[in-house]
């Protein structure tokens, strides 16, 4: 099983077949990254992510290449991963000038694959889902991936962004009140609906604008909330 999912590509059913057969024989594997490939294959992907990081980069193929009701599955299964604590941030040298740029926040493989399937072409459920699943975990890494989905083309997928965004601070607040700013109207209103269900003082004054003098309705309605 594991050789014909490794060797392939696009061979999710394959897999899957491959799974179904080793149940029928009582060859079932319980643990280890054999245990993770069948819940896999066999489309189990909570079961798979309550087995850590042995399952993470069979869940971020799956997400890549599963159908559409499995890539949403694989989605809300890393949304409920716990990441690796992110390193303590070095003090500056007394030397370093302080207009060096901050070095990038290091990413973690879970919230790299929600975030190419948020900002790829996968289906809008797909989409939404991986936007979700970016605010369960709060990585500050993907808070800009999470802005650009404030564009997106799909009305659910702006929302679980949005949403996902207002979940945590200060990054994903602070880019919502600069989404206000945008001059896409779905952005702008997708960032006041979501700031209007939390309570960001700095975001206040912005709304009273939007809700004053925005020339689309709808995001005057989003500001009123």
Do not use: F
Not at 108 to 128: I, M, T, Y
Not at 202 to 225: F, I, N, P, Q, Y
């Amino acid at each position: 099983l594991l050789q014909r999912y490794e060797a392939c590509n696009d061979c999710a059913g394959s897999a899957a077949a491959a799974a179904e057969a080793l149940e029928l024989l009582e060859l079932v594997p319980v643990d280890g990254l054999d245990g993770a490939l069948w819940l896999v294959a066999m489309g189990e992907m909570d079961s798979a992510a309550t087995m850590g990081e042995v399952s993470l980069p069979l869940l971020a193929r799956a997400l890549r290449e599963h159908t559409t009701d499995e890539q949403v599955l694989a989605a809300t299964a890393i949304g409920t991963m716990t990441p690796p604590a992110p390193p303590a941030p070095e003090k500056k040298a007394k030397e370093e000038p302080e207009d060096v740029a901050p070095a990038p926040l290091p990413r973690w493989l879970g919230g790299e694959a929600l975030a190419e399937a948020l900002a790829g072409p996968a289906h809008s459920s797909v989409r939404a889902a991986a936007a979700d699943a970016l605010g369960r975990l709060k990585l500050a890494a993907e808070t800009e991936v999470l802005a650009l989905a404030l564009t997106d083309s799909a009305t659910a997928v702006r929302t679980a962004a949005a949403e996902a965004l207002a979940s945590y601070q200060p990054e994903g607040w602070a880019a919502l009140r600069g989404a206000l700013q945008s001059d896409a109207a779905e952005a702008r209103q997708a960032a006041a609906s979501a700031l209007s269900a939390v309570a960001d003082s700095a975001a206040v004054a912005a709304l009273v604008e939007l809700l004053s003098g925005d020339s689309v309705a709808t995001v005057r309605a989003a500001a009123a909330r």
